[in-house]
Nanobody, 117 residues
Framework: QVHLVESGGGSVQPGGSLRLSCSAS????????MAWYRQAPGKQRELVAG???????NYADSAKGRFFISRDNVKNTVFLQMNSLKPEDTAVYYC???????????WGQGTQVTVSS
């Protein structure tokens, strides 16, 4: 059974930092492209950052220069370091795992990030 478990969310003031973690089990982690998405109230889910199984990263324009995605293929974990947080970063953040070769797609349950003074 596949599990993607996010952690590290919480409340922070504008300008603060948070580090999200997503621990994966039940998958061959190093085969999967991993990503972080977010969904704010009343808005569609959007891609924040992605990292391929080879380590290539990509970021939404809103995340460039502030957020950094990384992965640890030994610990089967993907991270999202979020710096200089803004109120508009407030959302539920979801971990995503994709292995296109076998049409596999999984989501975590999400972790809330709230940026407010």
């Amino acid at each position: 059974q596949v599990h993607l478990v996010e952690s590290g969310g919480g409340s922070v003031q504008p300008g603060g930092s948070l580090r999200l973690s997503c621990s994966a089990s039940g998958i061959i982690f190093n085969k999967y492209n991993m990503a972080w998405y977010r969904q704010a109230p009343g808005k569609q889910r959007e891609l924040v950052a992605g990292i391929t199984n080879g380590g290539t990263t990509n970021y939404a324009d809103s995340a460039k220069g502030r957020f950094f995605i990384s992965r640890d293929n030994v610990k089967n974990t993907v991270f999202l370091q979020m710096n200089s947080l803004k109120p508009e970063d407030t959302a539920v953040y979801y971990c995503n795992a994709v292995w296109e070769w076998i049409s596999a797609l999984y989501w975590g349950q999400g972790t809330q990030v709230t940026v407010s003074s």
